[in-house]
């Protein structure tokens, strides 16, 4: 079992930046390719950023391009998800998870593709 545990949600204006952490443990965080998804209530969980377990892969959303970086520290078993320029359609909870293949390329963008899950981190973005 993999633990995730996201970290740095809240309300922010428009303009403004967060920076999401999430943290791991159980498992041997640096084979595990990571990535953040969004939910709303009802919808289903949508892909935002993803990197692979060697950090040197990312792939993003096209509404997040040029304003989101998605960033990982193995020593400290934590990925990151910096959000710049937020806009209120950001609006969201967004989840970290841990996808177990080991493709050096590996940057999963598909739900099913992810072993664990965290318990969601709020965003809410004012106009």
């Known amino acids: 079992q993999m633990q995730l545990v996201e970290s740095g949600g809240g309300l922010v204006q428009a303009g403004d930046s967060l920076r999401l952490s999430c943290a791991a443990s159980?498992?041997?965080?640096?084979?595990?390719?990571m990535g953040w998804f969004r939910q709303a209530p009802g919808k289903e969980r949508v892909f935002v950023a993803a990197?692979?377990?060697?950090?040197?892969?990312?792939d993003y959303a096209e509404a997040v391009k040029g304003r989101f970086t998605i960033s990982r520290d193995n020593a400290k078993n934590t990925v990151y998800l910096q959000m710049n320029r937020l806009k209120p359609e950001d609006t969201d909870v967004y989840y970290c998870?841990?996808?177990?293949?080991?493709?050096?390329?590996?940057?999963?963008?598909?739900?099913?593709?992810?072993?664990?899950w965290g318990q969601g981190t709020q965003v809410t973005v004012s106009s």
């Open positions: 990197i692979s377990w060697s950090g040197l892969y990312t």
């Open positions: 159980g498992r041997t965080f640096s084979s595990y390719a």
């Open positions: 998870g841990a996808a177990r293949d080991s493709g050096y390329h590996y940057t999963p963008s598909y739900t099913y593709e992810y072993n664990y």
